[in-house]
């Protein structure tokens, strides 16, 4: 989505107020968790909902 809206993470960063380091956790998939204020934030400076920028993956699946 950062892509999409032409934006950089640093950008985001600002916009939302989340350090780089945090929405680089969130980037690269390797986040535990996420509080919805934050993922609310998210969507909202790209102009998105949460199922763009999330997707489920079963612990099943991660092992393998």
Do not use: H, W
């Not at 032409?6 to 939302?16: A, P």
């Not at 980037?27 to 998105?48: H, M, N, P, V, Y």
């Amino acid at each position: 989505m950062l892509a999409k809206r032409k934006m950089k993470l640093g950008e985001l960063s600002e916009i939302v107020g989340v350090t780089n380091a945090n929405l680089s956790v969130l980037k690269t998939g390797k986040a535990k968790a996420i509080r919805f204020s934050t993922l609310e934030a998210i969507c909202q400076a790209l102009d998105c909902q949460p199922g763009d920028i999330l997707e489920f993956v079963n612990d099943d699946e991660k092992d393998g």
